[in-house]
T-cell receptor, first 112, second 116 residues
């Protein structure tokens, strides 16, 4: 079946530190991969996406590369800000179906 | 442009009561979804609708029903609420990408439901 596994949180970093949030997936074929961010009290919003192997998604300084060989889509940012504090979800959409599968979310706390 | 709207924002029910959660989108999307969010479990799909007139079960459909009233609206009904249905409920809609399948999802602000 399809599933997404994310590193457990919370992750606590100081401002300007390097961020990595690990995400691995199980799926048949070539799913599309997404990172969503959820700020307190709000719904999820798309952060970045990649639709085929070796694609790199990027937005607001965040990046993730679709690695088929390791079935991974790790989220990185070179220098986090306090405003990046949120919950981050990795997700996939299976290759031929209309369904999306989400990881359990990783809470990021950035301290000034 | 309102995007995806949900009503109500908060609701408290007693066990056995029924209610309907409303969702509407103004982006002319074909696909719509209902998820529940529980601590440590991420989002789990309850039901989805690939297009107007169709609905399909997701991972956790038991205890719920849905109606795709028209292209804009997709409602979720709890016929007899149980404490296990205490959760935050999100509606989402999705545009189609270059692959001909749903791509980016747009989420509503959520409904926080407590069943006593």
């Amino acid at each position: 079946g399809n599933s997404v596994t994310q590193m457990e949180g919370p992750v606590t970093l100081s401002e300007e530190a390097f961020l990595t949030i690990n995400c691995t997936y199980t799926a048949t074929g070539y799913p599309s991969l997404f990172w969503y961010v959820q700020y307190p009290g709000e719904g999820l919003q798309l952060l970045l996406k990649a639709t085929k192997a070796d694609d790199k998604g990027s937005n607001k300084g965040f990046e993730a590369t679709y690695r088929k060989e390791t079935t991974s889509f790790h989220l990185e940012k070179g220098s986090v800000q306090v405003s990046d504090s949120a919950v981050y979800f990795c997700a996939l959409r299976s290759e031929n179906f209309n369904k999306f599968y989400f990881g359990s979310g990783t809470k990021l706390n950035v301290k000034p | 442009n309102a995007g995806v709207t949900q009503t109500p924002k908060f609701q408290v029910l007693k066990t056995g009561q029924s209610m309907t959660l409303q969702c509407a989108q103004d982006m002319n999307h074909n696909s719509m979804y209902w998820y529940r969010q529980d601590p440590g479990m991420g989002l789990r799909l309850i039901y989805y609708s690939a297009s107007e007139g169709t609905t399909d079960k997701g991972e956790v459909p038991n205890g719920y029903n849905v109606s795709r009233l028209n292209k804009r609206e997709f409602s979720l009904r709890l016929e007899s609420a149980a404490p296990s249905q205490t959760s935050v409920y999100f509606c989402a809609s999705s545009e189609y990408g270059g692959t001909g399948l749903p791509d980016t999802q747009y989420f509503g602000p959520g409904t926080r439901l407590t069943v006593l």
